[in-house]
Every structure is written in C-alpha cells, then in structure tokens.
C-alpha cells in the first residue's frame, strides 16, 4: 500500500488497525513499504501509543508454527496410548510455570510409554527433544547416556550435561541406570497437555470437585 504523504484520520486508523493486530513495526513497515524507523515517527508524530515489547513478542510467538501435529482420528489402541501418556504426565510431569514439556522418570518402561505418546499422538519434532540425565558419580555416566540413547532413539548429542550427585549414603538399586528428564521446548504442546489432563478429570468427576490450577 502506498505511504501517505498527509496522514488523514482514515490512515491513521488504518495504521493504528494494523498495528493492535498483533503486526511488528517492522510488519507495519512492510505493508506500506518504509522502514521502521519511519512507522515509529508517524506513531510518535500522532501519539499512537505503543505496546511493551514484552506483548509483541506474545504476539509473534501465537502465530510461529507449531512444532507439532495433533493425530486426528485416533484408532483405539492410540486413544489408550493418549489416556496413558497424560496421566503420566498428571503423576511425573513439571507443571508449574513451565517453557515446555519435561517428564521425569527412572522406570524405563514409563519413559518407552510417553515418548511413544508423544511421537504418535502429538507427532513431534524429533529435533527439539532434550535429555536431561540425573545420576551418581558411583554409576558410569558414558555407559548411562548410551544406554538411554538406544533406549529412547534420541541421539547422544541431544543430551544435555548431566547431573552427577558426588555422595550419597543410598542404595542406588532401584536407579541402577538413574534418573532422566525428557523435555521438549514448546510452551504451546505443554499447555495443550495441561488442557487435555484437566478436560479428562473433569469427564470423570462430572465437575463435581473443583480442582485447583494443575
């Protein structure tokens, strides 16, 4: 669209328009063909008032691609596979002011479970996943990290440093290959998670309980 030479009031409320939509100064810029520096005059110019950055960047981030698809259709075995990988998630998984999905576990089979939860149901993508390794300076590190790696089809370079305890007085038998985290950094499948969890406890309780924020 052309640049005005005069703003009119039309045009500034064509701007204003563009702007409370969510666009960037520089999205602004673009649409009329002028750099940024010469949107921000005009709304200097005009007091057009302009939001915290802070409200951009929440803007931006609700219309990024999502890293993930949602399966539609689940056969029955993937609807027991959804119902699965949320109540571990409801029992094992970080809820609290969270960047992204982080499961916590030692059982092997738990972690074989979600993260077939995830790459079925939610079709992730395998690049974003980390593994984050808690273990006993007792226990071989190197060894655990292969051990996980195979078990989970995550490549060792999507381990992140691990944790290693120096001293503890306890047995580790019942985390001989110790503790891991699979995260996967993407605020928007967390909350879906989170949203799916409390939609099943609500269907259960009939809304009879009142639960407080997972």
């Given at each position: 669209m052309p640049y005005p030479k005069f703003w009119?009031?039309?045009?500034?409320e064509k701007l204003k328009s563009l702007y409370n939509s969510g666009l960037s100064m520089r999205e602004v810029g673009e649409y009329y063909g002028k750099s940024v520096r010469a949107i921000v005059s005009v709304m200097k110019r005009h007091h057009i008032i302009r939001r915290p950055a802070s409200i951009t960047?929440?803007?931006?981030?609700?219309?990024?691609?999502?890293?993930?698809?949602?399966?539609?259709?689940?056969?029955?075995?993937e609807e027991l596979l959804k119902i699965a990988g949320l109540m571990l998630y409801w029992g094992e998984g970080g809820k609290k002011n969270s960047k992204g999905v982080d499961f916590v576990n030692s059982d092997p089979d738990m972690i074989i479970v979600f993260l077939r939860f995830l790459r079925i149901v939610y079709q992730i993508d395998e690049a974003r996943l980390r593994v984050y390794l808690y273990t006993y300076q007792s226990l071989p590190t190197p060894r655990l990290v292969d051990?996980?790696?195979?078990?989970?089809?995550?490549?060792?370079?999507?381990?992140?440093?691990?944790?290693?305890?120096?001293?503890?007085?306890?047995?580790?038998?019942?985390?001989?290959?110790?503790?891991?985290?699979?995260?996967?950094?993407?605020?928007?499948?967390?909350?879906?998670?989170?949203?799916?969890?409390?939609?099943?406890?609500?269907?259960?309780?009939g809304g009879a309980v009142k639960h407080t924020t997972l």
């Open positions: 009119t009031e039309s045009e500034l960047r929440t803007y931006q981030f609700s219309k990024s691609p999502l890293s993930f698809q949602v399966k539609q259709n689940l056969n029955h075995h051990y996980w790696s195979k078990l989970t089809k995550i490549p060792n370079t999507q381990f992140t440093k691990p944790y290693i305890r120096e001293k503890s007085s306890q047995k580790h038998d019942k985390m001989s290959h110790g503790l891991i985290h699979i995260r996967y950094s993407d605020k928007r499948l967390f909350e879906l998670i989170m949203s799916e969890i409390s939609s099943f406890i609500s269907s259960w309780d």
